[in-house]
């Protein structure tokens, strides 16, 4: 693995679409960096399984059929980003979605003596998104990915990494409609928190087409940051 030899108190923000790798890259930057990865989507099935005041209004929206409103995401991802000490860095990935969660970040962490270092965008285009998405199957007990591949034709049939094989299944939202549908969704929403970020000088654009290394070295680097192999 490459390491940079040095913990940080970076604050970051990892960016892009669904199907760009942010989740690979940020679990390499976590040990990398020695820094937290918040996730909004592990802190909302963390809220919904144990049931909190904020997992509960989610949960309402969520049965309704209706969007969950931002100031809830807002509530459970500033509420983990105040627990921590002041001096600890961090990485947001799946947040902000859009200008509103931007401004009440910068605002929440203004209160903190605190500021955002570096927002980096994996950028990848939408006809590479759909191919890697619709080859994308997950373990339902563990979410860990599995990839179609023309040699085999299909993911395995159960999961090496939990003890009784957790079952590998397809979301309904990984089809090549439902991710082409997901993408106008993202871009609308996304675009305008790139120009955001990028108006405050901290937007960073990485290509995300490549290795796992590669981009890797590519995101280190927009940090400005050394790195040993």
Known sequence: ????????????????????????????????????????????????????????????????????????????????????????????????????QAEALDGALEQRGQKIDRAVHISVPDDELIRRLSNRYICRKCQKPFTRTPASGEPPKSCNECADGGEIYQRDDDTPYAVANRLIVYHQETAPVLDFYRDAGLLATIPGEGTVETVNKSVLAALGLTVEV
């Open 1 to 100: 693995m490459t390491r940079i030899g040095v913990a940080t108190n970076l604050r970051l923000i990892l960016l892009g679409p669904p199907g760009a790798g942010k989740g690979t890259q940020a679990l390499l930057l976590k040990e990398q960096l020695e820094i937290e990865h918040v996730s909004s989507g592990d802190l909302f099935r963390h809220h919904l399984s144990n049931g909190t005041e904020l997992g509960e209004i989610a949960r309402g929206y969520m049965n309704q059929g209706a969007l969950v409103p931002d100031e809830v995401t807002i509530g459970m991802v500033l509420g983990r980003v105040r627990s921590m000490p002041t001096g600890q860095g961090f990485m947001l990935d799946g947040f902000p979605r859009n200008t509103n």
